[in-house]
Every structure is written in structure tokens, then in C-alpha cells.
Nanobody
Framework: QVQLVESGGGLVQAGGPLSLSCATS????????LSWYRQAPGKQRELVAR???????NSADAVKGRFTISRDNAKSTGYLQMSGLTPEDTAVYYCNAKSPRTGGQYWGQGTQVTVSS
């Protein structure tokens, strides 16, 4: 059974940091791209950042320079380190694991991040 479990969300003041984790099981983690998405109320889910199997990364313009995605294949876990948070970053954050070989992908249940002004 494949599981992606996000943790680390919560309430933080504007300007503060927060780190999210995505613990996976049931997949060969090293064979999957790992991405973080977010969905704010009334908005579509959007890509925040992605890290490939070879550790190449890309991120949305809105978070460049503030958010850092990383992965630890030994722990089958992905991370999203966030800093300089603003109320516009308030959303439910989801992790996603996708196999470039098969196209199969899996989602976590999401974790709420709320940034107060």
C-alpha cells in the first residue's frame, strides 16, 4: 500500500519559517520525482516545487528564493523548507510522487499552512 504522509504544517507569523516533510512508503522513492503542490481556498492546485530523481530542482516564481525542496532517499522522505512566509502562502500543501517511467503518481492527504499577518 502506497502512503504519502505530510507533516509540519501549522500556523506561523508572516516572515517566519516552516518546514514540511513528506514521508513515503510502498514505493521505490528514489525512482520517483517528488513535488509539492498547494491549494488555497477558491483557487486551483498549483505546483510549488519539484525535485527529480537526479536532484534537479525547479520552483514556482512566487516562491523562488524563499522555498527549498530536498529529498533524502535513504529515508524515503521529501522536504519543503519555507522562509519569508506571507499570508499569500496560506494553503493546503500536498506532496506528490510521480514515476517518470510509468507516469503513475501518488498524493498525500495534505497539510494546512496558515500565515498570519
Amino acid at each position: 500500500q502506497v502512503q504519502l504522509v505530510e507533516s509540519g504544517g501549522g500556523l506561523v507569523q508572516a516572515g517566519g519559517p516552516l518546514s514540511l516533510s513528506c514521508a513515503t512508503s510502498g514505493i521505490i522513492f528514489s525512482g520517483h520525482e517528488l513535488s509539492w503542490y498547494r491549494q488555497a481556498p477558491g483557487k486551483q492546485r498549483e505546483l510549488v516545487a519539484r525535485i527529480t530523481r537526479t536532484f534537479n530542482t525547479n520552483s514556482a516564481d512566487a516562491v523562488k528564493g524563499r522555498f527549498t525542496i530536498s529529498r533524502d532517499n535513504a529515508k524515503s522522505t521529501g522536504y519543503l523548507q519555507m522562509s519569508g512566509l506571507t499570508p499569500e502562502d496560506t494553503a493546503v500543501y500536498y506532496c506528490n510522487a510521480k514515476s517518470p517511467r510509468t507516469g503513475g503518481q501518488y498524493w498525500g492527504q495534505g497539510t494546512q499552512v496558515t500565515v498570519s499577518s
